[in-house]
């Protein structure tokens, strides 16, 4: 048993060993498969990573090729762009020829201007070079051609500029911002005013968005939105816009920066708009002699501010002052920009306007027709400088009597304003005021006053009743109503007036003394003659206190109260009337003659006699035997005819006629010997031809009057011989 159990304890230790050696073999198989296994994995890795290596090698090459490439197409690219801007320099500045004598800098401009043109026409290949490039480029030739007087291709540019801008930069973009004001400045020159303020908001809107409210290019911004209110008739808005924009601007640089005092020139043309002269005055005065102190005369903002002032002085009625100023910008403007440039053309009108204002209508009218083509010739018919300009023209015609081809100018300048600006445009405005003008001089009353009134109402809601061109309406129509003996509403107008010209320029203003006065004047001939003595003994008195009073003035008042004493029969306050126009010396034959129609017309006839008997004495000392002294004569047998059927006494009415008679029937003879022939100056043989009409048709009145009726027959005949030849 004890051997069986060795046995078994041999055997069991043998199998023991025996799977010892097993497993010793298997891990050494198993360590001798996992470093085979191992060095395979490495092997393989090994490969994939040079296989990885040369494919990333490859790629890079790849990548860098395409690189060189692209590089290569934008050199190619960015070299044409840098050779087409090089011709296009050398198309504007190279071009300029050497050899030409540029006498002054206009005719130097203007080359640059044509040099310019084309260089436009050479960019049109927007295809080439970076998109913003071509746009800066196209931003710098239109402000270049827009600083030479040609809005509209400037605008072509400039929008195209524009268009590039928003797309790549998107319109809060400091470039495309600026590039907004730019083109709201070429479509104010066009006469665009609608879409440039559109512009300049949306542009005042951004900046205000990101830059603040008083960063400077905000400011500028709110200068040119004021602007812009001032084009389109809106001084009350452009002056709230110009005072918050020039109080920020001031508190950041203080008073005398350059830009504020360009801001602060639109607030004086705000002020004179607005009718606040004096405080534009006093503005316009200083702005000029800070800009000669700090530029001298020819600099641009001199020159500006000089035409300014003279505009002004105008205005006022100082027009010996305001006439050399225009001299002086029209020669610096001429020089410096040239004959055609738009501040040239202005500073035109301007000059023609002062030759106007002080009675120089022929030297008006030869500027005024010269300065209308040019307008023409730039900016076409339709351009709102075209039609003032056309405007003006109409001034001058009627000035000198050619009264048709001022109607047909007014009624083509109101009917291209009216379609260009619409009828409530303060320019259209004064358009309607001007052909109501028109209309009153041809005797067209009906119309001339409906058009009148309809002006008046428009530009008194929209400038107010104080604003210049509602006033001067007014004016023409209070002397249009008075006319035509629609004296209520005369006075009414009147009284306006008066009370107008208070406001704005205060009580002892010439404006506001005459105003007073007509309305003294109107008042007589409705036949109130207690309030037209108030009024005319008032303001001949403040006539007198006056500084320099016009002379012409003074006879005027003086005639007008020997008329009110007259008619209302007061023999001393008529001698005291008599005695003080008497003093005056000089040819008052004018005032003489418009009293005594006048008078006659309201049925005053006293005074109305009393008028033409001075005037048919005046006339026979200087011009004895001029047929214009025989249609005094008529015109005072008239005068006495009337006066004949306003009394009752048999006596005094019998020698009224005998002076009638004998005066009538010796004017028609005058008249008639001195007929002008056919070839002279029409207009005077219309007036002859009247004149003998109207003095047949007294002899008519008076001989029926008499009951004479052969009489009558007898110069009837002589009217249907007349009306015949």
């Known amino acids: 048993a004890e051997i069986e159990e060795a046995r078994a304890r041999v055997f069991a230790e043998e199998q023991r060993k025996r799977r010892r050696v097993v497993q010793m073999a298997g891990l050494a198989i198993a360590l001798v498969l996992s470093a085979g296994l191992s060095a395979s994995l490495w092997q393989m890795s090994i490969a994939r990573s040079e296989r990885d290596a040369k494919e990333e090698a490859l790629l890079s090459e790849s990548r860098a090729k395409e690189q060189a490439e692209k ?67 196209q931003d710098a030739l239109g402000l270049s051609l827009l600083g030479l007087g040609d809005p509209q291709q400037a605008a072509t540019v400039l929008e195209k500029a524009r268009h590039a801008r928003m797309a790549t930069l998107g319109p809060g973009h400091p470039d495309s911002l600026s590039n907004m004001d730019n083109l709201a400045r070429c479509y104010a020159a066009l006469g665009r005013h609608a879409e440039a303020l ?95 102190e700090k530029y001298g005369l020819d600099h641009m903002e001199t ?146 006053l409906a058009l009148y009134e309809e002006a008046l109402k428009l530009q008194t809601e929209k400038l107010g009743p104080d604003h210049p061109s509602t006033v001067q309406t007014v004016l023409n129509l209070a002397h249009a109503t008075r006319g035509a003996l629609k004296l ?49 003994r008032a303001s001949s008195e403040a006539l007198n206190r006056s500084k320099d009073p016009p002379v012409s003035w003074r006879v005027g008042y003086a005639l007008r109260l020997l008329c009110l004493y007259t008619e209302w029969d007061k023999p001393e306050e008529m001698s005291e009337c008599q005695s003080a126009f008497e003093e005056i010396p000089g040819d008052w034959g004018g005032w003489l003659d418009q009293l005594g129609m006048q008078m006659a017309r309201t049925s005053h006839f006293r005074a109305s006699a009393k008028m033409y008997r001075s005037l048919l004495k005046h006339k026979e000392q200087r011009e004895r035997n001029h047929w214009t002294t025989f249609n005094t004569m008529s015109l005072l047998g008239g005068a006495l005819l009337g006066q004949a059927r306003s009394i009752s006494g048999a006596g005094a009415k019998a020698e009224l006629h005998a002076e009638a008679e004998q005066l ?62």
Request: charged share 25%; hydrophobic share 40%; proline share 3%.
């Open 71 to 137: 590089n290569l197409h934008e050199a190619n690219a960015n070299l044409t762009f840098a050779k087409k801007t090089n011709e296009i320099l050398a198309s504007v500045f190279g071009a300029l020829d050497p050899r030409a004598r540029y006498t002054t800098v206009a005719e130097l401009r203007n080359a640059l201007h044509d040099n310019l043109h084309r260089a436009v026409k050479e960019l049109e290949g927007t295809a080439i070079g970076d998109p913003l490039t071509v746009a800066q480029m």
């Open 198 to 292: 559109a512009l300049r908001e949306e542009t005042l809107k951004l900046r205000r968005a990101t830059l603040g409210h008083d960063h400077f290019d905000t400011l500028r911004s709110m200068f040119a939105v004021a602007l812009s209110f001032a084009d389109l008739g809106r001084p009350g808005d452009a002056l709230a816009m110009q005072e918050e924009a020039i109080k920020l601007w001031r508190a950041k640089t203080g008073p005398n920066d350059p830009e504020l005092l360009r801001g602060m020139t639109g607030l004086a043309n705000s002020y004179f708009a607005l009718g606040r002269h004096a405080e534009a005055l006093a503005l316009e005065e200083g702005l000029l002699s800070l800009w000669r």
């Open 303 to 448: 020159i500006i501010s000089m035409n300014n002032l003279a505009v002004t002085y105008n205005v006022l009625g100082r027009h010996a002052e305001a006439l050399p100023l225009h001299q002086e910008a029209l020669k610096r403007y001429q020089e410096l920009l040239g004959p055609d440039h738009l501040s040239t053309l202005r500073s035109m009108g301007n000059l023609a306007n002062s030759y106007f204002n002080l009675g120089r209508h022929a030297e008006s009218l030869a500027l005024r027709e010269q300065t209308l083509q040019l307008y023409r010739n730039k900016l076409g018919p339709s351009h709102p400088s075209t039609l003032g300009a056309m405007s003006n023209l109409a001034n001058s015609y009627a000035a000198l009597g050619r009264h048709a081809e001022a109607l047909a100018v007014r009624e083509e300048t109101l009917k291209r304003q009216t379609e260009m600006l619409g009828r409530g445009h303060p320019d259209t405005l004064r358009s309607m005021r001007n052909l109501a003008d028109s209309y009153d001089d041809l005797g067209r009353q009906v119309e001339a």
């Open 488 to 536: 209520d509403r005369a006075c009414e107008l009147w009284s306006e007036l008066l009370q107008s010209y208070g406001r704005t320029f205060g009580p002892n203003d010439l404006r506001t003394i005459d105003a007073q006065n007509h309305l003294g004047l109107t008042l007589l001939m409705k036949g109130d003659f207690a309030e037209a003595e108030r009024h005319l």
């Open 664 to 725: 009538l029937v010796k004017a028609f003879e005058g008249i008639k010997a001195r007929l002008a022939s056919p070839g002279d100056n029409p207009q005077i043989v219309i007036a002859q031809r009247q004149g003998l009409a109207e003095a047949v048709d007294r002899l008519i009145a008076l001989y029926a009057a008499l009951e004479k009726p052969d009489e009558v027959k007898k110069w009837q005949a002589e009217k249907g011989n007349l009306e015949r030849s």
